[in-house]
């Protein structure tokens, strides 16, 4: 007769209703033999395999506290129970399972109260406990399931039930209670896009699950039933409001509060204060949307790692359900002073840009990626989420004029030329180069010199730096040679994004414009490549985080700067010293006579500093690259979008400065550091 009983109590939860073909013994909760839709309890599966549910992962700012955006695709974050709130644990177990801290996985009371409230048609009751609605949800989130699988994980089935059953006794023989309340807490839907305590503490209360009170832990607790319907932002708000007071009479006959205090918190008022993270790049906060352009190259930076994954969708995949804690390099301080001197040459609506790039030397790692356009989806000139700072995805960057000149003098410097190296340029320069057209001399590419009175005649490395000779780095890359030029520019990182220029690039002894920066670059790449001069010689890949943290506390050497020295550092000295001739500064062997940017030693008073200009062919272009030993910027003045309009050389002058004060901003408050002096062999 007991068994009779039995197979009908266990039918009636199973099934819903009453159906005694299918009735299934009592046995199958204690262990016994019977079966279940084929299978046999014993060979049912205890191991629940347990991946990590997707979290949401955090980006922020060098401080480590500003946040400057989010990614995700289910609004998740796990926390330890310690960090949630007790009243919210009272309220859950006495909404969803009283029993919790009594059974061992399966309660065979509430198998029977359910079955004969379902018997008597009341309102359904499934008895499931708090381990097998975790089961469920494991199950349910599992990413290694089929898509059926899936389904088979929330059909309402005795098949089902009986699986929860036989994996919630497993789980219980291995983890403690309060293991498994947390692992609930932190994977159950609360509905309105959250997922887990600390995600739904988030969204309806704006604050963290250990801050929440009474009222508000109770209506999170009758969330869980029917997350979706009954929620108060996009649901139903009586129905909210009825769950939370079942909830709070749930936990007075369970003792966690007295009916008083019950009733006081049913009457209390439904205050929300919907909160959700922002999610993606062009999410970032309005009034610092131009971080946008800098969380789209720490994304690009991440999806192009392979320690991420295999592909780019894996790394994107990854990222968004990872969990990670990042800490990026930008320094709002420094992005601030770099916005605001790009507004300040061209302000928002006006066709022109001026996007500026600063790094710091000896570890790559970027503090600011800024231009007078907001990061924006939105239609108009001021929007747009081309990544106009640092390149990639179909920008391929804009020509740099003489800044390139850098490259040849390392080259020659590389290949045991000193500093000293005599020529006496010419005003035009028939080159070994052949060419054919308008401003050739004999079939031969002849370029000249901008202003000949000022930079014609008996030139060195220094002064012809300093006063941007074209001719002698013409003449000096005929002697060392275009390819090893143009290879020394890739050893220090500057990339050939666009067809034409890597085509060339190729070819690269056929290269002789090079030298005057027809390549295309973009100000990222080009402030890290003299903040590898910078740095003696060191080049570090540009790197937009300070450290990356996985859920479990472990820090991830990804985030670690990736450098080797490429320049001799006696090399990287000397090219330092005949740099700082364009800026108005005194080499250190004295042999500075004139320079292009000397506003910009007034500029950074005080402080070593080196750099140089360049304008692109009838300067459709104005740039201005510096560095000291512990900052390194650049910034292009172009129009983006038209190649045509020309900024002209009066903006040179705003460009240096801009540069210049941004630099400024990023030293305020380091010490003074000088440049390492090239040794006599290199600079005689």
């Not at 008895?127 to 059909?155: C, E, F, I, W």
């Not at 020295?565 to 004295?590: F, N």
């Amino acid at each position: 007769m007991l068994l009779k009983v039995a197979r009908l109590l266990l039918c009636g939860v199973l099934g819903g209703t009453v159906v005694a073909a299918a009735a299934l013994p009592v046995a199958i909760v204690a262990g016994g033999s019977a079966r279940a839709g084929g299978d046999t309890w014993e060979s049912l599966p205890t191991d629940l395999a347990t991946p990590r549910p997707a979290q949401i992962s955090y980006v922020y700012a060098n401080d480590g506290r500003t946040l400057i955006t989010a990614f995700y695709d289910e609004n998740r974050q796990d926390v330890p129970l310690d960090q949630v709130a007790p009243v919210l644990r009272q309220a859950v177990v006495a909404a969803e399972d009283t029993r919790f801290y009594e059974h061992h996985g399966v309660d065979i009371r509430g198998v029977a109260r359910a079955f004969v409230s379902n018997s008597r048609g009341g309102a359904q009751q499934g008895a499931s406990t708090l381990t097998m609605q975790y089961v469920r949800n494991v199950l349910k989130n599992d990413p290694g399931l089929t898509p059926q699988q899936h389904l088979d994980a929330l059909a309402d089935t005795p098949v089902r039930k009986v699986r929860e059953m036989r994996y919630a006794q497993a789980i219980e023989k291995k983890l403690g209670k309060n293991e498994i309340l947390q692992r609930y807490l932190n994977i159950a839907y609360f509905g309105a896009g959250a997922y887990g305590i600390a995600a739904a503490a988030q969204t309806y209360f704006g604050k963290s699950p250990a801050a929440l009170t009474l009222p508000e832990a109770a209506l999170l607790a009758g969330l869980l039933q029917s997350p979706d319907a009954d929620n108060p932002i996009s649901g139903d708000r009586t129905a909210a409001l009825e769950r939370r007071a079942y909830t709070l009479d749930a936990m007075a006959r369970t003792r966690a509060i007295t009916a008083p205090e019950a009733a006081a918190a049913a009457a209390a008022d439904l205050r929300l204060a919907e909160q959700r993270p922002p999610n993606d790049c062009t999410s970032v906060a309005p009034e610092h949307n131009d971080w946008g352009f800098f969380c789209d190259y720490f994304r690009q930076w991440w999806n192009g790692r392979p320690e991420f994954g295999a592909t780019p969708a894996e790394r994107d995949e990854l990222l968004r359900t990872g969990g990670f804690r990042i800490v990026t390099a930008l320094d709002p301080g420094v992005q601030a002073a770099a916005l605001a001197q790009s507004l300040g040459v061209y302000g928002y609506g006006n066709a022109r840009s001026l996007p500026i790039a600063v790094v710091a030397p000896g570890s790559g790692r970027v503090q600011a990626l800024a231009v007078n356009r907001h990061y924006s989806l939105e239609p108009g000139r001021d929007n747009t989420v081309n990544q106009l700072v640092a390149g990639g995805a179909g920008v391929a960057g804009y020509q740099a004029g003489s800044t390139f000149k850098m490259f040849t003098m390392l080259a020659a410097l590389d290949a045991g030329m000193p500093l000293s190296t005599r020529f006496k340029a010419p005003s035009r320069l028939a080159s070994i180069w052949p060419a054919s057209g308008p401003g050739t001399c004999g079939g031969r590419w002849c370029p000249g010199n901008d202003n000949p009175s000022w930079m014609d005649g008996d030139r060195t490395m220094w002064n012809a730096f300093g006063r941007s000779v074209n001719t002698y780095f013409v003449w000096l890359e005929q002697q060392v040679g275009a390819r090893r030029v143009v290879e020394m520019a890739q050893r220090l990182g500057i990339t050939f994004r666009g067809a034409a220029d890597a085509a060339m690039a190729g070819r690269a002894d056929q290269w002789g414009s090079f030298t005057l920066g027809v390549a295309s670059t973009t100000p990222l790449d080009l402030a890290n490549a003299y903040a590898a001069v910078a740095a003696g010689g060191v080049y570090c890949e540009p790197l937009p985080v300070l450290s990356i943290t996985d859920p479990d506390g472990r820090r991830l050497d990804a985030g670690d700067p990736r450098c080797r020295q490429v320049v001799d550092p006696d090399v990287a000295a000397a090219a330092t010293d005949a740099a700082r001739c364009p800026v108005g500064r005194a080499s250190a062997a004295g042999r500075c006579d004139g320079g292009t940017a000397e506003n910009v030693s007034a500029i950074l008073a005080g402080r070593p500093v080196a750099g140089k200009t360049g304008s692109s062919e009838n300067n459709a272009t104005e740039t201005f690259a510096g560095f000291t030993p512990q900052i390194a910027a650049a910034g292009i003045a172009v129009n983006t979008d038209s190649p045509n309009d020309r900024v002209g050389a009066g903006i040179s002058g705003a460009v240096n400065s801009a540069v210049a004060q941004t630099m400024a901003a990023a030293l305020r408050g380091q010490p003074v550091l000088a440049f390492p002096p090239p040794s006599r062999r290199i600079a005689t």
